[in-house]
């Protein structure tokens, strides 16, 4: 039995029929940038999300970016995150000419330490940027009483959450913008790169809708200089198609991550993935912690099983970040997790036969 990490076709045959008249649709109009349907994918985003407002984009990286710029984050300014993420997140800081600054974080669900955001903040930070990594919301409570006293704005960076909830709030409503990715392996993806920014600031908003479109929302005329950072209608148009799915999508994802919680239970040489109180978990990823994680990995493959190591080197430790002077060692947390993490097959669509045969395959290998 082959099983693979990730597998579209399935959830492609679902929504073929109604997918590719709105495609169409849009060939026909000849409206490929932005438009109607840009505009109405935004109202019904803002809506599932919980934000007053919706901004299509380019892509989750350019929705980071837009963000910074909005908050007029840059040269000298240092924004706090975590080293145990997709390099976008860091990256974009780095791009607006702004600092990444690290804290480590739990062991338990790989998430942002909030408890050491303090000792991280100077008269230089302006910004914290949390990262609902896997599917589940930072603890977005203590981090934002953090922000409010030390008035720091509050960008999430809910790229692998949406629809993840903390006590009841969407992911990407807590903070003062929250920021989304299309791109095809998240939970909703388009056919293509594509990314949101959302905010219930109407002054965040209308910079943003600027900011997206070169820095002038008339044409030709320009307060600042923005980014070409806009949604295709192409990809609006598949979004809003699959959007009505997304709930019983993420249902799938979770059965499937239950079942796999309860086929690893007995194991105790594997650290299944923990959903904390009050936080819904959209299992953009299903996660194991394990000893021997190379070597699992290894035997997944040889046994046609996907899998990945979501990530193998923390932020810190990467090339291009060493101008920062971060060394080996100070963020325990994040490297640990780095050397023992695997990501296996969570899509909605897999059977619970895959999955059986995945977690039975996990079992034999960890256990001896
Ligand atoms: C995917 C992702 C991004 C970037 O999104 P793109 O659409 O690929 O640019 C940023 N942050 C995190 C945590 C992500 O997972």
């Given at each position: 039995m082959k099983v693979p990490l990730l597998d579209l076709k399935p959830q492609y045959a679902q929504i073929k029929d109604k997918v590719l008249p709105e495609i169409m649709d849009t060939i026909e109009n000849q409206a490929f940038i932005l438009g109607p349907k840009v505009a109405k994918l935004e109202t019904q985003m803002a809506e599932y999300i919980g934000t007053d407002y919706a901004i299509g984009c380019s892509s989750g990286t350019d929705a980071l970016i837009l963000?910074?710029?909005?908050?007029?984050?840059?040269?000298?300014d240092e924004v706090i995150t975590t080293p145990y993420t997709f390099f976008a997140t860091a990256s974009s800081i780095h791009r607006v000419g702004?600092?990444?600054?690290?804290?480590d974080i739990e062991p338990d669900t790989y998430l942002m330490d909030?408890?050491?955001?303090?000792?991280?903040?100077t008269d230089k930070t302006k910004a914290i940027m949390p990262v609902h990594l896997f599917g589940q919301c930072v603890d977005m409570d203590p981090l934002m009483e953090i922000a409010r006293k030390h008035n720091l704005k509050v960008i999430e960076d809910a790229c692998q959450s949406i629809g993840s909830?903390?006590?009841?709030?969407?992911?990407?409503?807590?903070?003062?913008?929250?920021?989304?990715?299309?791109?095809?392996?998240?939970n909703l993806g388009g056919f293509g790169d594509g990314g949101l920014v959302s905010t219930s600031n109407k002054e965040i908003y209308d910079r943003i809708i600027g900011l997206r479109v070169h820095g002038g929302i008339v044409q030709y005329h320009h307060q600042e200089v923005g980014l070409n950072a806009r949604l295709d209608?192409?990809?609006?148009?598949?979004?809003m198609v699959k959007l009505p799915y997304l709930k019983g999508w993420t249902e799938g994802r979770r059965k499937n991550a239950d079942l796999y919680n309860e086929l690893f239970k007995d194991?105790?040489?594997?650290?299944?993935?923990?959903?904390?109180?009050?936080?819904?978990?959209?299992?953009?990823?299903?996660?194991?912690r394990v000893e021997n994680r190379d070597e699992l990995k290894n035997h997944l493959s040889a046994n046609e099983i996907g899998c990945s190591v979501y990530y193998p080197l923390s932020l810190h430790q990467q090339k291009?970040?060493?101008?920062?002077?971060?060394?080996?060692?100070?963020?325990?947390?994040?490297?640990?997790?780095?050397l023992s993490t695997i990501a296996l097959p969570i899509f909605p669509e897999l059977t619970e036969e895959q999955i059986r045969f995945v977690a039975k395959t996990v079992n034999d290998f960890s256990k001896s």
């Open positions: 963000a910074l710029m909005a908050l007029d984050i840059g040269n000298g702004a600092k990444p600054v690290f804290v909030v408890n050491k955001i303090e000792a991280a903040i909830t903390y006590k009841g709030k969407g992911a990407g409503s807590i903070g003062d913008i929250g920021c989304f990715s299309f791109f095809p392996s998240k209608a192409l990809q609006a148009a598949v979004i194991n105790a040489n594997i650290v299944t993935p923990v959903e904390k109180s009050e936080r819904y978990h959209i299992y953009n990823q299903y996660v194991l291009c970040f060493s101008y920062l002077g971060y060394n080996k060692g100070d963020f325990p947390e994040s490297e640990k997790a780095a």
